[in-house]
């Protein structure tokens, strides 16, 4: 079984300022890790993703994750916020050689303020 | 190329009628799930289809809802009688032959917004 967790339904922070969406994930075999992005009215598209190739993932739009298998966590960072990074993030997971059917978490809401 | 489509992209229908929502994925995507969205609500999978092999139904809330992918490709979700609880977004995503770390994600479409009256 596998399940996501992210802590805070709604992030709000000033542009310029750091971003910081946080994923927990619990799985039990080894994970693949997901950041997916949703702006309004559009799907989900795909920010960044982790395969066990680096713990630490860049993705686009100067995002970037870190793999914590001690902490079991995901977190997603940027930075520096800019407008445009207003949207509703996802954390999702899917387990390697199981189902292939990911995990998503509920969704963070990034608000930015000017 | 071409992303996933959807179609429509509303639907507002009237309580006891029945809806059918399309789903065209990228071309060669063997996989192909179906999720719903309600308002702040996260994604809730609903079915999942691979290549030739029986479809997943396990999210399926009930039995008004089936899905059909025909000739491993476009794929449609009915919904019979709806009822007002059915009101969300309807997204479709596919995906490469699973299996592989690097094909494992998802491309989403824009979904498809339901009301029901």
């Known amino acids: 079984a596998q399940s996501v967790t992210q802590l805070g339904s709604h992030v709000s922070v000033s542009e310029g300022a750091l971003v910081l969406l946080r994923c927990n994930y619990s799985?039990?075999?080894?994970?693949?890790l997901f950041w997916y992005v949703q702006y309004p009215n559009q799907g989900l598209q795909l920010l960044l993703k982790?395969?066990?190739?680096?713990?630490l993932v860049k993705g686009i739009n100067g995002f970037e994750a870190e793999f914590k298998k001690s902490e079991t966590s995901f977190h997603l960072t940027k930075p520096s916020a800019h407008m445009s990074d207003a949207a509703e993030y996802f954390c999702?997971?899917?387990?390697?050689?199981?189902?292939?059917?990911?995990?998503f978490g509920r969704g963070t809401s990034l608000i930015v303020h000017p | 190329g071409a992303g996933v489509s959807q179609s429509p992209s509303n639907k507002v229908t009237e309580k006891g009628k029945d809806v059918e929502l399309r789903c065209d994925p990228i071309?060669?995507?063997?996989?192909l799930y179906w999720y719903r969205q309600s308002l702040g609500q996260g994604l809730e999978f609903l079915i999942y289809?691979?290549?030739?092999?029986?479809?997943?139904k396990s999210g399926l809330p009930s039995d008004r809802f089936s899905a059909e992918r025909t000739g491993g490709s476009v794929s449609t979700l009915t919904i019979q009688r709806t009822q007002q609880e059915d009101s969300a977004v309807y997204l479709c995503a596919s995906s490469p032959e699973p299996g592989l770390a690097i094909n494992n994600e998802q491309f989403f479409g824009p979904g498809t917004r339901l009301t029901v009256l």
């Open positions: 799985s039990s075999v080894p994970p693949y």
């Open positions: 982790y395969t066990s190739a680096a713990t």
């Open positions: 999702a997971v899917s387990a390697s050689g199981g189902s292939y059917i990911p995990t």
């Open positions: 289809f691979q290549g030739n092999s029986a479809p997943d």
């Open positions: 071309s060669g995507h063997t996989a």
